[in-house]
């Protein structure tokens, strides 16, 4: 059984950073694809990064060039690393993954992804 589970969440200040982290357990797929996605009150889910098994990486141009997504082969974990954050990026932050290559980072590409975490908590005050 495939099982996410996200750590690393917070609060800090704008401008601050903070590292996520998924560990994943039961995963036995040769191809996948590893996705940070963030759902704030009153919004749809969003991606924000995608990682695939060769290492592939793909942003949403909202996180671009602040967040950095990356993974440890050898610990099973993926991490989302944030700097320069901003209010806006306050959200319920998930990880999921999907058996399959990365498909583009976009609104109608989240319910592609099958397995879920139960999501970690990032605030970022003004």
């Known amino acids: 059984q495939v099982q996410l589970v996200e750590s690393g969440g917070g609060s800090v200040q704008a401008g601050g950073s903070l590292r996520l982290s998924c560990a994943a357990s039961?995963?036995?797929?040769?191809?996948?694809?590893m996705g940070w996605f963030r759902q704030a009150p009153g919004k749809e889910r969003e991606g924000v990064a995608t990682?695939?098994?060769?290492?592939?990486?793909s942003y949403a141009a909202s996180v671009k060039g602040r967040f950095t997504i990356s993974q440890d082969n050898a610990k099973n974990t993926v991490y989302l690393q944030m700097n320069s954050l901003k209010p806006e990026d306050t959200a319920m932050y998930y990880c999921?993954?999907?058996?399959?290559?990365?498909?583009?980072?976009?609104?109608?590409?989240?319910?592609?992804?099958?397995?879920w975490g139960q999501g970690t908590q990032v605030t970022v005050s003004s």
């Open positions: 999921a993954a999907l058996p399959a290559i990365c498909p583009p980072v976009r609104p109608d590409t989240v319910s592609a992804f099958q397995y």
């Open positions: 039961g995963y036995t797929y040769d191809s996948y694809c």
């Open positions: 990682i695939d098994s060769l290492g592939a990486t």
